[in-house]
Every structure is written in C-alpha cells, then in structure tokens.
C-alpha cells in the first residue's frame, strides 16, 4: 500500500516532536543527582528492577567519575540496559520504589541516570564483555527481541557459540525469522532458545478491516522508528482503537506526526483502561480525545469504496466483572453513530504463535496461549527448547523478558554442563531441567 504524509507539518518539526521527553544529563546534573542517592542497604529499586541492577553501585560510580564502570554494572546485569534506561515504567519500578520519594516526594531520577552511564560507555565504544573461551557447544535463538539477545549474550560470555535467527535486517524488533522447519534448528544446535515474542495484532474482526487506510498498530510504530518520514502514513483524523500501552504509543506518535485530532476509542471505562497512568497523562498533553464507552462496529468506505471515510461505533455499557476481572460489556441498542476519521490504528493486543509452538514436541501451552516453562530455567516440556519474553509472559515490559533471557542462560547452562552458574540479578533457583550433556 502507498501512503503519504498528508499534513501540512514539516519533516523537520517532525524530528524535533519526536525527540526525547527528557533531555540527556549534563555531567553536573549527573554528578548531582547521584550525589542525592542515599545508596540504601537491600535497596528496595534494586528489588523493584526485574533484572535486579544493582542501582546504588552504578549511582555511586556516577557520583566518583567512573562511568566506565558504572556502565559495566548496569549491562552485568541487564544487557539492553540502555534501551531500558528509556522505555522503563521506572515510576512503577526502580523509582517507585525509592526511598527519596517517601523522604523527600522526589525519587532519585535512576532512568536518566542509568541512560547517562550507558550512554558514556556506548558513545566512548568501551568493551565491557568479552565473549568466553569455546566450550564447544552450540545454541541457537530464534528472535532478537530483548529476551534473545540478552540470552545471547550471556551464554556468548559462558564460551557458547549462539546464533541468532531474524527475519527482519536489524535485531530488536517484534518479529522471529522465517524458518522452513525448527527440526533443522533443533538438529543444529544441543540447544534452543525461544524469544519469539507474540504475533500479529488482533483483528477487529468488523467490516472494512481492508481498506486503505486501516494499520496495524506495531507497524506502523516500527515504521515511525525508521525515522523515513516520507514512508510513515498519517491521516487528518486517527482513530486508534485499543487502550494499552501500544494504543498510547500510537495516539502520542499520530500527534507528533502532526494529525489534527486524534482518538483514542475504547469499549470500557477509563477505570479499566490497562495502559499505565503517566502513558495516560502523556496522552492527555498531546490534546488526545479519549472516547470511553465506545466500539467500533465498521469501517465504512469513502465513495470510491477503498478508503476510509469514517469509523460507525456504538455506545457500551458496564456489567458485571468478567475473568479478567474488568467489567462486561454490551452494546447499547440504537446508539450507532459515525466518527469522521481517513486512518484508523487497530490496537488490540496481539495473537499468540499458536502455529509456530504446535512444531515442537513437548513445547506446551497454557489456556491462554502462553508457553509453559520452568520458571527457574525456561525450559519448555521439550527439554532442549527454553523460551522466554512475550511468548511466555503474555506481553509485558522489555527488562522483564531480559531478565528472562537471563534465567533462561542459566537454565542452558545448567542442563548442558550440569555446571550451575548466577548470573548478575539472577538468583540460582533448583532446576528441574532435564541434563542434556
């Protein structure tokens, strides 16, 4: 599909609007701030952060000059450390927990700190890690998505030979590569490494789906990180349906991409909305419109019947809580209306990779879609299959699937050496993986 940046907003106002909330630390800030932490015994950020960061120890080397090691710190524990330092919920995590909010209603800033550490060591090209001596084993990682490379690189640093499959020319991203068959993977390597994340958005599953102009809400948030501006779609008017933190991420970017009115449309309350409540007030800063209450019932086509012309929604009412535990909800009779709106972003979650999963023998699957695994080691049914990330969280946060790429390192490790290892963060739990050595 062709699309074009339709909006009288420049490509240069659009680089400015999506740059950074908060702006980098200088050196005298940094040194500031980290002199505020009161480098706490059993620091409650560090048991806050999933991948357990020793948050005191890198704040104490900002505040002697020692970047290079405050940096080291932070990577020991969490390897996309610095990718974190920027998509971290940290006012739930680390921040939330610190002491200075309770003392002082101010957290210590430890998002920017940890970007200011890693940034220094990224920017200076410091060699932190060396890969360990060959033990001559092998393990493949289908996905490069935090969990993959974090589990990759700590089995690198154990002396594994890792290889990571990818589809897509980057690694990082929400995708796995496109393999004839995971029996050759499993032939190849003595073990497998599952970090394929979730599939597809789901459908909305109401007419029009298929028009021109209608987007997935990951694709078209991984084409505004190319930053090929001229390639982003946007309409004057977006409708993204959803109220996670991807329908968010989507309103806010549509707003900076210049859209002239944005809506958000969700069929509960704002009381069950499950995105997080700063992404909320983020949403509200960019003048968001938030339709409560409300769903989609079609997409209904302009008069050349391929694009969209406006979103036919209904008004939804409240019943009792369901399995999720959010309240019910049903269509109100004759309250039909429709939303003039040319670009509608579906939002809803995403699918499982029921397909992918159904290859391999052993690998089970919960009720809800998710990969089974030992919580300790990650190992599936399969014993030489572990897996880790959104494909067995269900979709959470980047630092919680690093963190599992790390339990999964551990996991490997011990099944094909019986050797039991701990890494930074990562408390050694009794496996019950089956030794494949």
């Not at 690694?171 to 393999?179: E, F, I, Q």
Request: net charge negative; proline share 4%.
């Amino acid at each position: 599909m062709s699309v074009t940046h339709e909006t009288p907003i420049t490509f240069e106002q659009i680089e400015r609007n999506f740059r950074e909330i908060a702006p980098p630390l200088t050196e005298a800030e940094a040194v500031m701030e980290a002199n505020r932490c009161v480098y706490c015994y059993d620091a409650p950020c560090t048991r806050a952060c999933p991948t357990h960061i020793d948050v005191p120890s890198f704040i104490k080397k900002i505040a002697s000059g020692n970047l290079t090691g405050s940096a080291r710190v932070i990577f020991d524990a969490n390897p996309i450390g610095a990718t974190c330092a920027r998509v971290c919920p940290v006012d739930v995590l680390c921040e939330g927990a610190c002491v200075e909010k309770t003392l002082m209603d101010k957290p210590i800033e430890i998002g920017r700190l940890q970007r200011y550490a890693t940034d220094a060591a990224t920017s200076r090209g410091r060699e932190l890690f060396k890969a360990g001596v060959s033990n001559g084993k092998s393990v493949g990682i289908v996905g490069s998505g935090p969990a993959g490379l974090s589990c990759a690189t700590y089995l690198a640093r154990l002396g594994y030979d890792v290889t990571i499959y990818e589809r897509k020319e980057l690694p990082g991203g929400l995708d796995t590569y496109g393999m004839a068959s995971l029996g050759e993977l499993e032939t190849s390597h003595d073990a497998v490494f599952l970090g394929v994340g979730l599939g597809a958005t789901a459908r909305l599953g109401i007419p029009g789906e298929g028009l021109e102009g209608v987007y997935d809400a990951l694709d078209f948030i991984e084409r505004i990180k190319t930053r090929e501006w001229a390639s982003v779609p946007i309409g004057h008017t977006v409708a993204v349906v959803g109220a996670g933190n991807t329908a968010i991420d989507a309103v806010t970017q549509a707003r900076r991409l210049g859209a002239e009115r944005v809506l958000m449309i969700y069929r509960r309350s704002a009381r069950e909305m499950p995105a997080y409540q700063y992404e909320y007030e983020l949403a509200k800063q960019d003048a968001v419109e938030f339709w409560w209450q409300t769903a989609p019932v079609e997409i209904v086509a302009d008069a050349t019947g391929s694009r969209v012309a406006s979103l036919r929604c209904v008004r939804m009412e409240l019943g009792e809580p369901d399995a999720s535990g959010r309240r019910s909800t049903q269509p109100v009779a004759g309250t039909e209306f429709d939303i003039q709106v040319d670009m509608v972003v579906k939002a809803l979650g995403q699918q499982k990779r029921l397909d992918l999963f159904g290859q391999i023998s052993g690998v089970e699957l919960d009720a809800a879609g998710r990969v089974r695994v030992d919580k300790g080691t990650m190992q599936t049914g399969n014993p030489k299959f572990f897996a880790g990330g959104d494909c067995v969280n269900g979709g959470r946060e980047a630092v919680d699937a690093s963190q599992m790429g790390k339990l999964a390192a551990q996991g490997i490790h011990f099944a094909l050496t019986g050797e039991r290892v701990e890494l930074a963060g990562a408390k050694i739990v009794s496996p019950k993986t089956s030794g494949l050595h």
